[in-house]
């Protein structure tokens, strides 16, 4: 099993920033996670892909984030990253963490995110 902790999400307005963090833990099988993204889902809308990072390192954004969104990692700590700047209101969200392992994905509880004046 691995458990998936989000933080970080909450009320901004647009043009600013946040970043949010996804703490991995579990029974030694962290180590079998291949990648770990960064997924939303607004109301009426599908859950979509906003970021990933593969345990290489390798990245892919969504190119509706692109310049905007970095997702990095801490290894020692077994977290990941999403920093997200200049946000709009079509960023307003769900955000979830998922971590992708042979078998299966793992999901997190979700970060609300509003961005809105």
């Known amino acids: 099993q691995v458990q998936l902790v989000e933080s970080g999400g909450g009320l901004v307005h647009p043009g600013g920033s946040l970043r949010l963090s996804c703490a991995a833990s579990?029974?030694?099988?962290?180590?079998?996670?291949?990648?770990v993204g960064w997924y939303r889902q607004a109301p009426g809308k599908q859950r979509e892909l906003v970021a990933i990072?593969?345990?290489?390192?390798?990245?892919n954004y969504a190119d509706s984030v692109k310049g905007r969104v970095t997702i990095s990692r801490d290894n020692a700590n077994n977290t990941v990253f999403l920093q997200m700047n200049s946000l709009k209101p079509e960023d307003t969200a769900v955000y979830y963490c998922?971590?992708?392992?042979?078998?299966?994905?793992?999901w997190g509880q979700g970060t609300q995110v509003t961005v809105s004046s």
């Open positions: 998922g971590a992708l392992t042979n078998r299966r994905t793992y």
């Open positions: 579990g029974n030694g099988n962290i180590f079998g996670i291949n990648a």
């Open positions: 990072i593969t345990s290489g390192g390798t990245t």
